[in-house]
């Protein structure tokens, strides 16, 4: 049983509405307001068409700050931090020094030397903490820092009510401002697919803070999301969850656990020509050696794909799906999978096994399914 060791304030809320406060990063998240395929569609829904606010605070929050900041997050992720200014994020992943994924997260420049790293589920707070040792830093683990995603196509419209400027902030910018008469820090980020935004609060206003955008979007179809309506929108948007897709859950037969950048489809945060960041002699060394590769399938009928639903080929298993998604809304069923090198070509026919033994056919695609070039998300104006 895990010790959760972190509240988030916003926890009364959650329970009034019947949720379920799971584990996740140590944190009791509300996974489920209730377990029905109705609430799912719904949430998923209230996102694609309108807006759903999550709490996403269970997400860590790591300040580094110092005149060796910059050296620290160079050392640890895999991007430029030279291209990052002040006002701007990115995102970016962690690797161990086999060159293995350990964690991502999202960079924020908050001025000169202050930087702060939010990451989920996986080591990088101790890889962020070798980085720092012996340098001129402080490094801040702050649990006080609340997160609230606001997500979905009218989530700009209801901020512009509140928030100037909010239109001109550019896809991973960042607005140091206030909402309600509190001071907030606003963030272009998400994890949906959509145009969205974060909202990063001190915990005694986060509860405010929710109610007020609950309370005034409500003619808007603003609504309270589940946490676990982001494995469906995340599916079809291509947005990868560890360890859920990875080896630690679906581990090789043969091989210890990781994966590397080139499998995941995620070398793209590699910035171009960069060295030095921790294990990257061997990241580099590893690209042609894929021993698998993520990829998309679309499946045949309206049956999503069990978690972990086996990959057929020729009648033999030959990878897993990760998650699966029907979409009415768009008309396609779809999933994350884990599938061989050779198999990972749009059009390969493959098959998928359901739990009680029915299989359907499937080809691979590439991801994402949704929003294919990108354009909702990074939307200006």
Known sequence: MAII???????????????????????????????????????????????G???????????????????VIDRATTRNVDKIMPGRAVYACMLND????IDDCVIYRLSVNHWMVVHGTGTGHETLAMAAYGKNVAMLFDDDLHDMSLQGPVAVDFLEKHVPGIRNLAYFGILQTKLFDLPVMISRTGYTGERGYEIFCQ???????WDRILEEGKDMGIVPVQFSTLDLLRTESYLLFYPGDNSETFPFKDDLCGDTLWELGLDFTVSPGKTGFRGSENHYALKGKERFKIYGVRLEGKRA??????????????GVVTFGLNSNLNGYNVGIARMPVDCAVPGTKMSVRYADGTEVGCVAEEMPFYDKDKLIRAAKG
């Open 5 to 51: 060791y972190r509240t988030s304030a916003l926890a009364p809320r959650h329970t009034e509405i019947g949720g379920e406060l799971t584990d996740w990063n140590g944190m009791g998240t509300a996974w489920f307001y209730d377990h029905t395929d109705e609430r799912a569609e719904a949430d998923y829904l209230a996102v694609r068409t309108k807006a």
């Open 53 to 71: 606010l999550m709490d996403v605070s269970g997400l860590k929050k790591v300040h580094i700050v110092g005149p060796h900041a910059a050296a």
């Open 98 to 101: 086999a060159g293995k994924f």
């Open 203 to 209: 915990g005694r206003h986060a509860i405010q803070i």
């Open 305 to 318: 794909a069990d978690m972990g639903a086996p990959l057929l080929k020729d009648g033999e298993v030959v």
